[in-house]
């Protein structure tokens, strides 16, 4: 995903406000389901399980000023028995400049409980694994 940072991204400093990487991981997020070959409804409106995040976590390495330009990448980091985690690089004139990773959970959307990767999915993820 490319895209740029914004002047009303920056903190008062001129400086990307750091939950804004948060942001990018999340749009890169919603693109990666798609090239799943998720629909937006399947994915976020399933009716049998859903996704939420369990843990987050953020590194920022260097400034992003309005104006860069901004690229973020993904991958599967790690792909568990209910769980993944996904990792974001977001790099400004090619150089890292944030490290987001992302762990979600699989959980039955009427008991609330953790469940296994549904095999549909899971398949999809190993495909895109590193």
């Given at each position: 995903m490319k895209t740029h940072a914004r002047f009303r991204d920056a903190d008062p400093v001129g400086i990307l406000f750091f939950a804004r990487a948060y942001e990018l991981a999340h749009d890169a997020y919603e693109d990666f389901v798609r090239s799943l070959g998720f629909t937006y409804r399947e994915w976020f409106e399933n009716e049998t399980w859903g996704v939420p995040i369990r843990k987050s976590e953020c590194e920022h390495l260097r400034p992003i000023k309005p104006g860069d330009e901004i690229s973020v990448s993904v991958k599967i980091e790690n792909l568990g028995e209910s769980s993944f985690t996904t990792s974001y690089s977001i790099a400004s004139a090619g150089q890292p400049a944030s490290e987001v990773k992302l762990t979600h959970v699989f959980m039955d959307v009427k008991t609330k409980k953790k469940?296994?990767?549904?095999?549909?999915?899971?398949?999809?993820l190993e495909a895109h694994q590193r």
């Open positions: 469940m296994a990767i549904p095999s549909n999915v899971r398949s999809r």
